[in-house]
C-alpha cells in the first residue's frame, strides 16, 4: 500500500514570509496529491490538489508543485498570514480490491507570527 | 444543507464498554471513511466504504467494525473499548466522480479510561 511521509512536522515563519511543506510517496502508481488544511477544534479541509499529468498548481497564494521522477510533491504558500496557522496535511491514495481511499502524512503545524 | 454530521462530539468510554459513533452525509455521497487523529500521528484511515453494503479495511481496522446499511450513514463501532482507542475519530465522505474531494466532519473526541 501507499506510504506517505510529510515534513517538517512543525514550521515557524515571520508573517510575510514564505512556507514550503514537502511530501514524498511510495505508490508510483498514485496519480492525485491533494493538501488539507486543518483548524483547531475542526476537520481538516481541501485546500489545493494536483493530479499527475500536471507539474504545478497555483490558487492564490498556495501553489503545489508535484516531481513523479521523484515521487514527491510540495505545498508552497507565499506572503504568509496569521490565519495561516494551522496544521496541514498531504495525502496520496491508496488502492486494492475494495476502492481506493486517501493516506495522510503525518501533518505539519504551521504558525505565522505578525 | 450540514454536510457531514458526526454524533457525539464528546463521549469518555470505560476499559471494556462498547459504543457506537454515526457519521452521516447529506450529498448523496457514494463513498465514506473513518480516520483517527492522534497527535504526532496524523490521520490513519481505520475502514471504509464504496457503497451501501461494502466495507474495507484501512490502515488500522483492528478493534473497529463498521456498518453501512443505508447510503447516507456509516457508523463505527468499537465493541470492547481500550485505552488505547483514545483519539478524535474524524469521519468523511466524497462523491464517485470527484473520488478524493473529502469533505470531513467536525470529529468525535473519544477517552477510553
Known amino acids: 500500500g501507499e506510504n506517505v511521509e510529510q515534513h517538517p512536522s512543525t514550521l515557524s515563519v515571520q508573517e510575510g514570509d514564505s512556507a514550503v511543506i514537502k511530501c514524498t510517496y511510495s505508490?508510483?502508481?498514485?496519480?492525485?496529491f491533494p493538501w488539507y488544511k486543518q483548524e483547531l477544534g475542526k476537520g481538516p479541509q481541501l485546500i489545493i490538489d494536483i493530479r499527475s499529468n500536471v507539474g504545478e498548481k497555483k490558487d492564490q497564494r498556495i501553489a503545489v508543485t508535484l516531481n513523479k521522477t521523484a515521487k514527491h510533491f510540495s505545498l508552497h504558500i507565499t506572503e504568509t498570514q496569521p490565519e495561516d496557522s494551522a496544521v496541514y496535511f498531504c495525502?496520496?491514495?491508496?488502492?486494492?480490491?475494495?476502492?481506493?481511499?486517501?493516506?495522510f502524512g503525518k501533518g505539519t503545524t504551521l504558525s505565522v507570527s505578525s | 444543507n450540514a454536510g457531514v454530521t458526526q454524533t457525539p462530539k464528546f463521549r469518555v468510554l470505560k476499559t471494556g464498554q462498547s459504543m457506537t459513533l454515526l457519521c452521516a452525509q447529506d450529498?448523496?455521497?457514494?463513498?465514506m471513511y473513518w480516520y483517527r487523529q492522534d497527535p504526532g500521528m496524523g490521520l490513519r484511515l481505520i475502514h471504509y466504504s464504496v457503497g451501501e453494503g461494502t466495507t474495507a479495511k484501512g490502515e488500522v481496522p483492528d478493534g473497529y467494525n463498521v456498518s453501512r446499511l443505508k447510503k447516507q450513514n456509516f457508523l463505527l463501532g468499537l465493541e470492547s473499548a481500550a485505552p488505547s482507542q483514545t483519539s478524535v475519530y474524524f469521519c468523511?465522505?466524497?462523491?464517485?466522480?470527484?473520488?478524493?474531494?473529502?469533505?470531513f466532519g467536525s470529529g468525535t473526541r473519544l477517552t477510553v479510561v
Open positions: 450529498m448523496n455521497h457514494e463513498y
Open positions: 505508490d508510483s502508481a498514485s496519480n492525485y
Open positions: 468523511a465522505s466524497s462523491h464517485k466522480l470527484t473520488n478524493y474531494g473529502y469533505t
Open positions: 495525502a496520496a491514495p491508496t488502492a486494492n480490491q475494495a476502492g481506493t481511499a486517501l493516506i
